[in-house]
């Protein structure tokens, strides 16, 4: 399995920007996808994740402002980030997890400023 992130970039404060990830290999065993997200020191931390029945859950500091979707046709998962604040500033890695192992895409940089 293979992901490949893009989308990062610069926003201002309460703008938005959309993070796609393209996901490829043999995908059959992946059962949850997502998004983590690292700031500057600190280890990956959940930002949202889907399944395949589309049960999403998110982190507390994002819920209201991103959403999280897939597009099976594309084989491709989508980070919707609204109303982004400073704090959001990190690099952001999609996953893919089956019962055996995760994998990860290289991350993205995303970087709000006020």
């Known amino acids: 399995v293979q992901l490949q992130a893009s989308g990062g970039g610069s926003a201002l404060s309460g703008g938005s920007l959309r993070l796609p990830c393209e996901i490829s290999?043999?995908?059959?065993?992946?059962?949850?996808m997502g998004w983590y997200r690292r700031f500057p020191g600190k280890e990956r931390d959940m930002v949202a994740e889907i399944n395949v029945f589309d049960y999403t859950n998110y982190a507390n500091s994002v819920k209201g402002r991103f959403t999280v979707s897939r597009d099976a046709a594309k084989n491709t998962i989508f980070l919707q980030m609204n109303s982004l604040k400073p704090d959001d500033t990190a690099v952001y890695y999609c996953?893919?997890?089956?019962?055996?192992?995760?994998?990860w895409g290289k991350g993205t940089l995303v970087t709000v400023s006020s």
């Open positions: 290999g043999d995908r059959s065993r992946i059962t949850l």
């Open positions: 996953y893919a997890k089956t019962l055996a192992r995760q994998y």
